[in-house]
């Protein structure tokens, strides 16, 4: 008796507990759950923080959004959420500026980010990505969700020792992912700049662990090193042979491709970014031959159905708040089914983030971070920046005009 006594407390206690969290429901004309499946006229109901359920057909709801698509909440896996523009328009990059500044910025971008339907990214990455994470995540500074690799490893951070202790530090630093740098800048020419060894010793320790490496590497030597490392993620890629495309897909690395709005804000800006460091008219006929090179690269990589393919923009001064621009480049210049860069930037980019069981999906059980469009992005991908609707965590931080 005492047994079933203490069951039905603990139970009554959980029921009690739930209904004290505020459930709301909203129907939406279409349903894209992040699994690749389309439901028509769903209604999805919160409680707290969590999806609790999705039901199809008639009821009163809180919210009624029939004309809208809902989608779990966006992720961009590549971000620089403090780069900016200063005052006089040029993009930020040695002159002094105050940390207090510095994070202003940083809170914008995250805050234009959130309203354009990405509920979590990853910043990687500078040291005040940290305070962001923290500060946002205390739930009063609206942005999403973010992770940070703090600082990044480079082939000059030293031997296989060095570069051991340096993930070490990192982990105490609170990073949550590394951010390694295998290849040069792609205006310098993106040549493989770290050996086997340096490469081996960061992807294993953080393996050891337990962070995620991702790596920025260009061609066919730059990624056939990275792979063979160990380690987990491709940022750019660009341009690769066939072998490279098997080698990932065999392996499980995750790739995440800038094809077109990372080019398209450098030339939107040139003038901005001009006769700073690398960026240079060399530079610059570097990145327009990169342009080139990635579509055709994206369009033999996407034909193996084996390589994951996940979601991120490279967001640079200019591009935040803009970060759903690439999906459109994907489908419509890059022949990705939109579906499948739906899941890149949903479902799968969370497995990447290690995050799968938590967000990304619009399921029962997962976050609500949810998202809610005008028109179908099956139809006109172009529709992904009709944000109407905005909710993180349950707490709804955009909503259509009443
Ligand atoms: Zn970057």
Redesign the pocket.
């Known amino acids: 008796m005492k047994t079933v006594s203490t069951i039905a407390l603990a139970s009554l206690i959980a029921i009690t507990a739930l209904a004290q969290e505020p459930t709301l429901t909203i129907r939406v004309g279409q349903l894209l759950d992040g699994t690749g499946s389309s439901r028509k006229n769903v209604i999805v109901t919160v409680t707290g923080s969590r999806i609790v359920r999705v039901d199809e057909g008639p009821g009163p709801t809180t919210y009624d959004f029939s004309g809208l698509t809902m989608l779990p909440g966006l992720i961009d896996t590549?971000v620089?959420l403090t780069a900016h523009f200063d005052n006089d328009g040029r993009n930020h990059s040695d002159r002094n500026e105050s940390p207090a500044q510095t994070i202003l910025y940083g809170a914008e971008n995250a805050y234009i980010t959130l309203m354009a339907g990405f509920t979590t990214v990853q910043s990687?990455g500078s040291l005040q990505d940290r305070d962001l994470r923290e500060a946002i995540a205390r739930g009063n500074l609206p942005g999403p969700r973010v992770l940070t690799s703090l600082s990044p490893i480079t082939a000059n951070t030293g031997t296989p020792d060095d570069i051991r202790s340096f993930v070490q530090q990192l982990a105490v630093d609170g990073a949550d992912v590394v951010k390694v740098f295998a290849s040069s800048s792609i205006r310098e020419g993106g040549r493989l700049v770290m050996s086997d060894e340096q490469l081996r010793a960061v992807c294993r320790e953080a393996h050891e662990i337990g962070l995620r490496t991702v790596v920025?590497a260009y061609g066919t030597e730059g990624l056939t090193a990275t792979i063979e490392a160990g380690c987990n993620g491709i940022?750019h890629g660009n341009s690769y042979s066939d072998a490279v495309i098997e080698l990932m897909a065999a392996q499980g690395t995750y790739l995440d491709p800038h094809i077109g709005s990372l080019w398209a804000n450098y030339f939107e800006y040139k003038d901005r970014f001009i006769g700073q460091g690398n960026y240079t008219e060399e530079g610059f006929a570097l990145m327009e031959q990169a342009r080139s090179d990635g579509y055709e690269t994206f369009k033999r990589t996407i034909a193996n159905k084996n390589v994951k393919i996940i979601y991120g923009t490279?967001a640079v001064a200019g591009a935040h708040g803009r970060n759903a621009e690439e999906l459109i480049y994907r489908v419509r210049d890059g022949g990705q089914d939109p579906m499948d860069a739906i899941i890149s930037a949903t479902s799968r980019a969370a497995e990447s983030l290690g995050l799968a069981d938590v967000i990304g999906l619009a399921r029962p059980g997962y976050e609500a971070d949810l998202i809610a469009i005008a028109g179908d992005p099956l139809a006109d991908i172009a529709t992904i920046r009709n944000v109407q609707f905005v909710m993180k965590g349950g707490v709804i931080y955009k909503h259509p005009a009443p």
Do not use: G
């Open positions: 590549h620089h990687l920025h940022e490279d």
